[in-house]
């Protein structure tokens, strides 16, 4: 069945939802207000706040001159839906048009293809270090300390490079707990360049029937947590993705 992300406007029972990480709080609220004939909430995703930017309007932003200081919280909230059809979506989007901002498309993502290597890994520490221009960064005086990186792929062993923190799309993941895979590749590539960094888990891509995938709405969940995380924890940070929408996907 098709799945869609729905943006719906703000309400307290989404805000607690998304607080508690939890679909619960809002569960009776979309059920009386949002939910039409053929339409089912995905109660393993909880409301997620999206940010918006404030006095813009909804024109994408230039790619150069962009005010990032006016950006900021609106009050939407995004859901995954199930659909049976597209006349469910037009009942969606024309009964409840009062209640949600829009919905869209939740296309897979996944890592992109690699184009120059094989799978397997290539060189060994020294050359990492080489072509990261290491004994220049040691020179400065740069060691990544106080700086965060968080590393959206697919999960980290945190046995093998301690971790901060982080996220998954399965409710009670523990941040390092993922199996060494090419997430702990590139975390381990970051201490060598940078030893005293911190480094968070953003697990977004999960192993299914011997691939690696994630959902659209999965990603918007990850970044909502990290602004937020980014937020509270205010500093240099770096994001690492290796992850993508792939043409024939959308």
Known sequence: MPRCIVLIGGHELLRDGWRKRSFAPAGPLLDSRVKVAGVRFDETYHPVRVLRRIGGGDDPPAATGFNYAAVGPADTYALRVEVDDEDAIERLRGDRQSEIVGVFADPAVSPFPSAYCGSAAIGATEDVARRLGVPALRRAGLTGRGVHVAIVDTGIDGSRIPVAGGWAPTPGYVPGSSAPDHGTTVAFDVRIGAPDAQIFDYALLRSTAGTWAAFLSDAIAAFADLVERVTA??????????????????
């Open 233 to 250: 924890t205010p500093g240099r940070w770096v994001v690492n993705n290796s992850w993508g929408l792939l043409a024939g996907e959308l």
